[in-house]
C-alpha cells in the first residue's frame, strides 16, 4: 500500500525525518544559537555547561581594585581560583584559557593558586600595550607620561594569563592500557645513525610537545590523534608576546571593556570556524561580538542584572 506524503519545506539545514504512518513529514530541529547567554552567577551557572566541550575561555573578572561596585570582593584569589579551577573542567584537552588583569601582585598570588588548584599549564604572560606609535591615542597618553610629579613609571599595560595542559598523561595512560612498549613507538624514529633516540620519552613526561611528525607514531600504535592531545594554537605569524592595541571606547554602562579586536586575535589564534568560546564575565558582550565576527559559537554568563539586559538587547 502506498500512503501519501507531505512534506513540509525545510530550511537546507537543521532538519529530522520522522516518519508517523501513514504520513512522512519533515520536523525541524532549532539551529543552535551562535552566542547564547546566561543571566546568574558565573560559580553557579557553569554547571549546565557539559564537560570537556569548550575550545577557548577568554575572561576578563573583576581585579578587585575598587574600579566599580562589583570590583571588590572579600577573598578574592580564593573566589577566582574557584572559578578557574571549573573552568578548566569544561575545556577539551587542546584548549586554551586567558585571564585578564592588571594587578601585578595579584597576578603572582593567582598564578600560584592556580598551579596548586587545577591542571592547567601557565604558557604565557601577553602584554597589552596601550601606548604605541601609530595609535590616535599616544598623544593622549604621552600627556600622562610628561607629569613632573611622576614617582614611578605610568602604567599604560594589561595583562593576558595564558594556559593551556599538559596531555603527556593522556598517552602514557594509553600505551599501557593497550599494553604497548615504549621501545615499539620508539623505533619507529630512528637517529640519523639509526639509533635509539629519547623522543617519546621526553613526549611522555611532557617535556616536549609532540609535533604532527611524531604524532605519526603514536596515532598509529594508540589511536591518538595530534588536534586529541596538542593545545590548538594557529600560528598566524603576526605576534608576539607584546601586543599593541588602542583601548575600547568606554562604554555608557561599563568602564573597562576590552577592544573586539584583541579578542578576534586570541580567538582566531586557538580556535576554529564553529568552535566555541566561553566568557563567564561577558559584561557589555565583547567576547560574544568577537564570536560573531569570526564564525565561533559563544556562551557568555553575565550576573549583573544591567550588563544582562544590555546584552540580550544586542
Known amino acids: 500500500m502506498n500512503f501519501p506524503i507531505k512534506i513540509k519545506p525545510p ?41 570537556k566541550t569548550v575550545q577557548t575561555v577568554c575572561i576578563d573578572p573583576p581585579y578587585n581594585i575598587g574600579k566599580d561596585s562589583w570590583d571588590n570582593i572579600e577573598n578574592y584569589i580564593e573566589w577566582l581560583t574557584s572559578i578557574v579551577k571549573k573552568l578548566s573542567c569544561k575545556m577539551r584537552a ?31 604572560m601577553i602584554v597589552w600595550n596601550k601606548r604605541f606609535e601609530g595609535s590616535p591615542k599616544k598623544g593622549f597618553l604621552d600627556g600622562y607620561v610628561m607629569k613632573n610629579e611622576m614617582h614611578n613609571w605610568n602604567k599604560m599595560a594589561e595583562y593576558i594569563l595564558f594556559y593551556t595542559f599538559d596531555n603527556s598523561s593522556i598517552i602514557k595512560e594509553e600505551r599501557k592500557k593497550q599494553n604497548v612498549l615504549q621501545h615499539t613507538i620508539s623505533q619507529e624514529i630512528l637517529s640519523k645513525t639509526g639509533g635509539f633516540t629519547g623522543w617519546y620519552s621526553n613526549i611522555e613526561t611532557g617535556k616536549n610537545q609532540p609535533t604532527r611528525d611524531t604524532m605519526v607514531p603514536i596515532t598509529k600504535h594508540l589511536g591518538i ?52 568560546v566561553l566568557d563567564c564575565f561577558a559584561g557589555t558582550g565583547s567576547t560574544g561580538k568577537a564570536c560573531l565576527e569570526t564564525g565561533r559559537r559563544c556562551i557568555l554568563i553575565e550576573k549583573d542584572e544591567k550588563y544582562y539586559e544590555h546584552l540580550i538587547k544586542g
Open 11 to 51: 530550511p537546507p539545514q537543521n532538519i529530522l525525518l520522522v516518519k508517523e504512518e501513514p504520513v512522512f513529514y519533515i520536523k525541524i530541529k532549532p539551529p543552535p544559537k551562535q552566542v547564547q547567554i546566561i543571566h546568574g552567577d558565573a560559580f553557579v551557572k557553569l554547571d549546565s555547561i557539559k564537560d
Open 94 to 124: 587542546n584548549g586554551s584559557m586567558f585571564i585578564f588583569h592588571n594587578d601585578m601582585e595579584q597576578i603572582a598570588e593567582l598564578m600560584i593558586s592556580i598551579k596548586k588548584s587545577t591542571p592547567l599549564i601557565f604558557k604565557q
Open 225 to 276: 590523534q595530534y588536534d586529541d592531545i596538542v593545545p590548538k594554537f594557529r600560528n598566524l605569524k603576526t605576534d608576539h608576546s607584546v601586543w599593541n592595541y588602542d583601548m575600547a571606547p568606554r562604554s555608557d554602562i561599563h568602564v573597562t571593556p576590552k577592544p573586539v579586536n584583541l579578542l578576534k586575535n586570541i580567538i582566531l589564534h586557538t580556535t576554529d570556524p564553529g568552535d566555541l
